[in-house]
């Protein structure tokens, strides 16, 4: 039953690696960019989150969820608009906007810290202390919060991009940016929308994963995992980023019962590299992408 235990915690890690790897995948997708600053949004994400629940300590779940999620979404559309789409439209090579995203990943970092301090802080909600016993076995409650809301958004998200206009417009501005053009749809409105939708679930990520672990400055450092997880299913793919987000939270998990706990980032980063070897472009197709 230990190893049932194992298995679920790395399950719910895993689905938050997955949630910040679909935003790698969305952005990449638009813009063919690699955004170093998705695991900072995330931060940002669960301060907002925080602060809410400061704010408003007797909200719901939901509502506070919903406005952090709001707020990243803003946070994300303004750094598209007023950082990248000026350096894409100077035609700045691919190194310049990497390291556009690494330098903004920076001041969201040092900007968190200089709003919320550097002391790690906890959640102020149930959820932080919520026990719920598995065969005399504790298994935190936000686990399977976890564990239920990601099918959810993954269906939400299907849906999004499937069944609505600006869903099916942001796929084609991705995959034809002349001929989605010449049905009105402007690329650069479809990049807006995939940062601001991107950011969002970042945040969402973050609120969920805050009552397990301390929200800090330096909690952004994630968004190296889940950006190994998003390369493990191929970057672009929304359910490669998933699966991917599954198998370093899995990995690493159980991996730590036959190591130690020390070396669960090491076990990570071992799992990407041998699968990048047996399977250099991702375990998806790059056609899988929703």
């Given at each position: ?13 895993g689905c ?5 790897a679909?935003?790698?995948?969305m952005?990449?997708?638009a813009?063919?960019?690699v955004n ?14 925080y ?8 909200a719901?779940?939901?509502?506070v ?14 750094i598209?608009?007023l950082?990248?789409?000026?350096a ?8 310049y ?7 903004i ?9 200089l ?30 919060y ?16 499937r ?9 084609g501005a991705?995959?034809?940016?002349a ?21 969002a ?10 009552p397990?672990t ?7 450092i ?17 359910p490669?980023?998933?699966?991917g987000?599954?198998i ?11 190591l130690a ?9 071992l799992?990407?590299i ?17």
């Amino acid at each position: 039953m230990n190893l049932a235990i194992q298995i679920l915690s790395g399950l719910a890690v895993g689905c938050i690696y997955g949630l910040v790897a679909l935003g790698f995948s969305m952005i990449f997708r638009a813009m063919g960019l690699v955004n170093f600053a998705q695991g900072d949004i995330m931060m940002v994400g669960a301060f907002l989150g925080y602060t809410a629940f400061l704010v408003l300590p007797d909200a719901p779940f939901l509502l506070v969820l919903l406005i952090a999620m709001a707020g990243a979404a803003l946070l994300g559309a303004v750094i598209e608009r007023l950082a990248f789409r000026p350096a894409v439209q100077r035609k700045a090579d691919q190194i310049y906007l990497v390291l556009l995203t690494l330098g903004i990943g920076m001041v969201l970092s040092n900007g968190a810290r200089l709003l919320w301090g550097a002391d790690p802080v906890v959640y102020p909600t149930p959820l932080t202390h919520e026990v719920i016993m598995v065969a005399s076995y504790p298994l935190p409650a936000v686990y399977l919060y976890i564990l239920a809301i990601m099918p959810v958004l993954l269906v939400a998200l299907h849906l999004f991009f499937r069944r609505t206009w600006l869903g099916l417009a942001m796929r084609g501005a991705a995959d034809d940016p002349a001929t989605a053009a010449t049905f009105g749809v402007s690329s650069a409105a479809a990049a807006t929308w995939a940062f601001a939708i991107a950011s969002a679930v970042g945040a969402l990520a973050g609120v969920l994963y805050a009552p397990i672990t301390y929200v800090s400055f330096d909690m952004g450092i994630v968004g190296v995992k889940a950006f190994a997880a998003a390369v493990i299913g191929t970057l672009g793919s929304i359910p490669g980023a998933v699966v991917g987000g599954l198998i370093i939270g899995l990995g690493e998990t159980i991996g730590a019962q036959f190591l130690a706990t020390e070396y669960q980032d090491s076990i990570a980063f071992l799992i990407m590299i041998a699968i990048l070897l047996v399977k250099p472009t991702g375990l998806f197709p790059s056609g899988a992408r929703t």
